[in-house]
């Protein structure tokens, strides 16, 4: 058995399912990165943070964070939000313009999702070269347009 007061380390699902508002259960203390003296750094220059470093799921674990009733949810929000706008044209930018180049130093700096966003982009420039070249095979329909089988495109001709 625990004391009141004691502290432990705890999933974030088991947090989330002992968490009751009414009976107060636990409370959580809000991860370093998540906490004033962070969101200044992020508020100041979010790019120079390393967040993989720091908490490779920065933003989906930040957004699971605001389930809890904090009174710093607000400023949390914000600065994430915030933290996503200025660090995403950066990644963009690097991933249209660093083609052929080393990026590792750059995407070991990153986020998962920011990764997912910098592959995604990679990919866009590389299959766009790839048809400009006329190296693209043929083009095919996206599964959005192959799963929309209610109205057929015959149907628009007349």
């Avoid at 699971?64 to 009733?69: A, G, H, T, V, Y």
């Amino acid at each position: 058995s625990f004391l009141q007061g004691s502290k432990l380390e705890i999933p974030l699902w088991l947090a989330k399912g002992l968490h009751d508002s009414k009976r107060r259960i636990i409370s959580m203390e809000l991860p370093k990165i998540y906490r004033e003296a962070w969101r200044t750094v992020f508020s100041a220059d979010a790019n120079v943070v390393d967040l993989h470093k720091m908490g490779p799921y920065y933003y989906s674990f930040g957004s699971q964070l605001l389930n809890f009733e904090n009174p710093e949810n607000p400023e949390i929000a914000q600065t994430i939000l915030q933290t996503f706008i200025s660090r995403f044209r950066r990644i963009m930018d690097s991933s249209q313009n660093a083609y052929n180049e080393d990026t590792s130093a750059l995407v070991a700096r990153l986020d998962e999702l920011e990764r997912a966003l910098f592959r995604a982009g990679q990919k866009g420039l590389n299959d766009f070269q790839c048809w400009e070249k006329g190296q693209a095979s043929q083009i095919t329909a996206s599964s959005l347009v192959q799963n929309y089988g209610k109205r057929k495109f015959t149907d628009m001709d007349g």
